[in-house]
């Protein structure tokens, strides 16, 4: 612990003098006989002020993660000090999220009267924002061509570089996939948890069969025969999970990003959470997915709000506005592995059961 080395001035710890210094109207700059300041330009700029702020917290938590995970054994005590900086990082999304609420009292008219001195200036110059979306695991080469251009293009030559060079460093997503592929349970003293799952999954499939086969007289043929058909897709789904053809064309058409390996791991984790030794990575887990929804959710609603401040106008970045915003919404995603883990998971009680010697490995057993 510190101790104390003299008196401290509020104003003088918190450089209060520089920071509410720093809001700088082009309104007030430019004002004439004609335009005078427009009042709302001062909130315009304090609300991207505190995002800036924010993400600079979220950056700095986002950095001890990796430091984390950048490691061949991870101790338990860390995975806990993670979710809490995690759960942090959810909380202030939050706060993000609201303040888009606050910044909407500006109406559309308002915005408009100091819009155009901002050109070309927009939230694509965001180099916070792009570095937390890098780290995480969003490339710039995953983007569509045009995206990618947004992306970068508008930087100058030194932020540009700052966060091409950033791309050569491990993202979250490389880490964690690392860290899942340990995962040491899975394949251990005789245990193949993988052959015994697909066994219950044959069952599952097996009855569901039977049920549409023997259960559904009111079903006319040609119902039933959808029905088998959709059963068919289900069964060619599961089969992407353990084939490793299936799972490298998915990779291809950027519909998967984990290993296959990673992927298996990560829904053992899910599927025996209770378990004690599964409990913290499974929250690692769900909070990252948290992470990455709240990031969507921020995506549309600030999509949204830029529908109603602009219509259909272009945005002051060059890009088609609310278009281009609900593209990037739809398509950034980094842990949508495994959301969609969720099509694998199967009733606790068709789950093999796991060996009691393999247990004691999964328990605080004494
Ligand atoms: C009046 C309020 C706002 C409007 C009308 C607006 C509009 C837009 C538009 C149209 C774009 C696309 C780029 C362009 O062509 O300009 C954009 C991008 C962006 N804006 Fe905003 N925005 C507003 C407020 C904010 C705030 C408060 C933030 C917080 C930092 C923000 C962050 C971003 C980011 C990070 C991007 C890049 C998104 C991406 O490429 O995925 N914007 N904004």
Same mark, same amino acid.
């Given at each position: 612990?510190?101790?104390n080395?003299?008196?401290?001035?509020?104003?003088d710890? +918190?450089?209060?003098d520089?920071?509410?210094?720093?809001?700088l109207?082009?309104? =007030?700059?430019?004002?004439?006989?004609?335009?005078?300041?427009?009042?709302?330009?001062?909130?315009?700029?304090?609300?991207?002020?505190?995002?800036?702020l924010?993400? =600079?917290q979220?950056?700095?938590d986002?950095?001890?993660?990796?430091?984390?995970?950048?490691?061949?054994?991870?101790?338990?005590?860390?995975?806990s000090?993670?979710?809490?900086k #995690?759960?942090?990082?959810?909380?202030?999304q939050?706060?993000?999220?609201?303040?888009?609420?606050?910044?909407?009292?500006?109406?559309?008219?308002?915005?408009?009267?100091?819009?155009?001195l901002?050109?070309?200036?927009?939230?694509?110059q965001s180099v916070?924002?792009?570095?937390?979306?890098?780290?995480?695991?969003?490339?710039?080469?995953?983007?569509q061509?045009?995206?990618?251009?947004?992306?970068?293009?508008?930087l100058?030559?030194?932020?540009?570089?700052k966060?091409?060079d950033?791309?050569?460093?491990?993202? #979250?997503?490389? +880490?964690?996939?690392?860290?899942?592929e340990?995962v040491?349970?899975?394949n251990?003293?005789n245990?193949?948890?993988?052959?015994?799952?697909?066994?219950?999954?044959?069952?599952?499939?097996?009855?569901?069969?039977e049920?549409i086969?023997n259960n559904?007289?009111?079903?006319?043929?040609?119902?039933?025969?959808i029905?088998?058909?959709?059963?068919?897709g289900?069964?060619?789904?599961? @089969?992407?999970?353990?084939?490793?053809?299936?799972?490298?064309?998915?990779? @291809?058409?950027k519909?998967?990003?984990?290993s296959?390996?990673?992927?298996?791991?990560?829904?053992?984790?899910?599927?025996?959470?209770d378990?004690?030794?599964?409990?913290?990575?499974?929250?690692?887990?769900?909070?990252?997915?948290?992470?990455?929804e709240?990031?969507?959710?921020?995506?549309?609603r600030?999509a949204?709000?830029?529908?109603?401040?602009?219509?259909?106008?272009?945005?002051t970045?060059?890009?088609?506005?609310?278009?281009?915003?609900k593209?990037?919404?739809?398509?950034?995603r980094v842990?949508?592995?495994?959301?969609?883990?969720?099509?694998?998971?199967?009733?606790?009680?068709?789950l093999?059961?796991?060996p009691?010697?393999?247990?004691?490995?999964?328990?605080?057993?004494?």
């Amino acid at each position: 612990m510190h101790k104390n080395r003299g008196p401290v001035y509020y104003g003088d710890y +918190l450089q209060l003098d520089k920071l509410l210094d720093s809001q700088l109207p082009l309104s =007030k700059k430019y004002a004439d006989s004609t335009n005078g300041e427009c009042h709302d330009e001062m909130l315009f700029i304090l609300v991207h002020q505190a995002y800036e702020l924010w993400f =600079k917290q979220i950056l700095h938590d986002l950095n001890a993660i990796l430091v984390t995970f950048n490691q061949e054994y991870i101790p338990e005590s860390e995975l806990s000090s993670v979710i809490q900086k #995690l759960s942090r990082i959810k909380k202030i999304q939050g706060l993000l999220l609201g303040q888009l609420e606050v910044l909407e009292t500006m109406t559309p008219m308002d915005f408009l009267e100091f819009r155009d001195l901002l050109i070309p200036a927009s939230g694509f110059q965001s180099v916070q924002f792009r570095e937390i979306e890098i780290k995480l695991g969003l490339s710039t080469n995953d983007r569509q061509h045009v995206d990618r251009e947004f992306f970068l293009g508008r930087l100058n030559e030194s932020d540009r570089k700052k966060l091409t060079d950033l791309e050569s460093s491990p993202s #979250l997503l490389k +880490l964690v996939e690392g860290w899942l592929e340990r995962v040491p349970y899975t394949n251990m003293d005789n245990f193949h948890f993988w052959e015994e799952y697909q066994k219950s999954i044959a069952s599952l499939l097996q009855d569901d069969e039977e049920i549409i086969l023997n259960n559904s007289a009111h079903l006319t043929e040609l119902a039933k025969k959808i029905q088998l058909e959709n059963l068919e897709g289900t069964k060619t789904t599961f @089969k992407s999970l353990f084939d490793e053809t299936s799972h490298l064309e998915l990779v @291809k058409n950027k519909q998967r990003t984990l290993s296959q390996k990673a992927i298996l791991n990560a829904l053992f984790i899910m599927l025996y959470r209770d378990e004690s030794m599964l409990t913290i990575p499974f929250q690692v887990l769900t909070t990252m997915m948290d992470i990455d929804e709240n990031f969507t959710t921020w995506r549309y609603r600030h999509a949204l709000m830029a529908q109603r401040m602009l219509g259909t106008k272009i945005g002051t970045g060059g890009s088609s506005g609310h278009q281009y915003l609900k593209r990037a919404a739809d398509n950034n995603r980094v842990f949508v592995d495994l959301f969609n883990l969720s099509t694998f998971l199967i009733p606790r009680s068709r789950l093999p059961v796991i060996p009691t010697n393999i247990r004691k490995k999964l328990s605080f057993y004494v």
